[in-house]
Structures are given as C-alpha cells and as structure tokens.
C-alpha cells in the first residue's frame, strides 16, 4: 500500500550568525540569516512534530537578531490547520532552546528525547550552557516524556537515530516516504555544506568528509554519527540552512 506520509518543515524564527559557527573553521568572514525550524511530519492521521520552537533566551537576547516567538510556532501550524493538541507525537533532536522552547504547549503529546540530553542539559559544558534553559528542562521533567537510550521505531516508517556529537543525546528522525528517505538531522548537521564540503555552491569548497558544526561536545561522537547517517540511504534535512525554504515539502 502505498503510504500518505509528508514533511513539511517550517520556520518559527531567525538568528543572524557568522557562518563558521555551524561550519567549524570553514568561511569566518561570512554572515547567515539562520532559520529556525520545525518539522510536521503526517503519516495518515496522525501527526508528528519535530522540535518545539525557539524563544530568545538572555544570552541570544545578546544577539540582537534572534527572533522566536509562540505565536510564530502557532501560526505556523495553523496554516496547516494544525493546532497543538492535535499533535500526537512530539520528538526532541535536542533541548537547545532553538530546538526546545514551547515543549510544555503540547499538552496531548507524547514526548520522545535522549536521556543522555537530558543528563547534559542538567550539567553542560560551559562552552554549551548559554543554549539550555533551566525552564524547559524543569516543564520536561514534569512531563511524562520517554527518556530514549539509542535508536528506535516511533511508528511506521518513522525511526529516531541517536547521532550524539553536536550534543551528547542529539537525534535524527529518519522519515520513510513514498519513493524516498529523509533524514531530519537537528544541529548534527546545520547546514547542506555540512554534508557536502565540496560543493562550493553551498559555501568554500574543503577537502574534508563533512564539517562539523562548531559547537559540538565530541568530535569523534559526530564523525561516528556521520557514519550512521551514511548508512541511511536518505536524504538529509539540515536544521538551519537558508536554503530550505519555510513551507517546504517532502513527500
Ligand atoms: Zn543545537
């Protein structure tokens, strides 16, 4: 039978960065409007969402350009006429507060995150703790979220893959669709340059196998979690790149 699966991924916010913070070492001099997204993913009735929205903490608040808001992430939804208590689903890549904001608005939702997230975002690196939140790690840990250790099947051609590297508990939601896979990759993969360093078209060309982003907590976790990836014969979703477009679909 064929499946009636779709992506859709859509913007909740902005942040203007240098672009070597999600490209490690590679174009210092450029700037970026990032986006910030969300994933709606429909497999027949039921809904998924991947990542909570975006709310300028006090440490993005430094960065003038950071734009996020609840009304953003509804509004969103709603031009698909989605609201937050139809989402059935609600899969966390990671607790950054880019990816993680409004978690406690999904009141009928089950949540999917890490556990190993879960134990960083309580104690981060200092190089880590400006993008975690002690609200949204406290509105978690009075939910009844499914700590997750590793891999697993969500539901039918939906599989969360622990890619840990730019955090300890990231993860990737890899999405079966009609005649394809793609991977929605949070921070482990920010960027298509990321993925594809010889392309100049997406920034300098390297010869390296990928880029890592700059903020990582183990290079070797994320150079393994490529690898991982690699063997998903899917086409990866990145999490900021200006060249996805906010509506875009995948089906
Ligand atoms: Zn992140």
Same mark, same amino acid.
């Given at each position: 039978m064929q499946s009636s699966r779709e992506i859709r991924c859509l913007k909740v916010g902005e942040i203007k960065l240098w672009k070597a913070e999600l490209? @490690?070492?590679?174009?210092?001099d450029v700037r970026v409007t990032a986006p910030i997204f969300v994933y709606l993913i429909r497999s027949g009735r039921e809904l998924t969402l991947v990542d909570a929205g975006f709310r300028p903490n006090r440490a993005a608040r430094i960065n003038n350009s950071a734009r996020g808001t609840l009304q953003l992430l509804q509004s969103a939804l709603r031009r698909l #006429?989605?609201? %937050?208590?139809?989402?059935r689903n609600l899969v966390l890549t990671h607790l950054h507060t880019d990816h993680s904001a409004f978690i406690g608005k999904f009141k009928r939702a089950r949540l999917f995150v890490q556990s190993k997230e879960v134990e960083f975002a309580r104690n981060p690196l200092p190089t880590q703790a400006?993008? @975690?939140?002690s609200d949204i790690l406290e509105t978690l840990e009075k939910s009844d979220a499914e700590l997750i250790d590793g891999d697993k099947k969500l539901s039918d051609g939906i599989r969360l893959i622990h890619t840990p590297g730019h955090t300890p508990g990231s993860q990737s939601v890899s999405v079966k669709l009609d005649k394809s896979e793609f991977v929605i990759c949070g921070d482990t993969i920010p960027m298509y340059h990321n993925w594809y %360093? #010889?392309?100049?078209r997406f920034g300098t060309a390297v010869a390296l196998p990928r880029i890592p982003p700059a903020i990582h907590s183990d290079l070797n976790e994320w150079f393994r979690s490529c690898q991982k990836l690699d063997d998903v014969s899917g086409t990866m979703i990145p999490s900021h790149d200006p060249l996805l477009e906010d509506g875009a679909a995948f089906r």
């Open positions: 490209t @490690y070492g590679v174009d210092f #006429s989605v609201e %937050p208590d139809d989402i400006p993008f @975690y939140d %360093p #010889s392309r100049r």
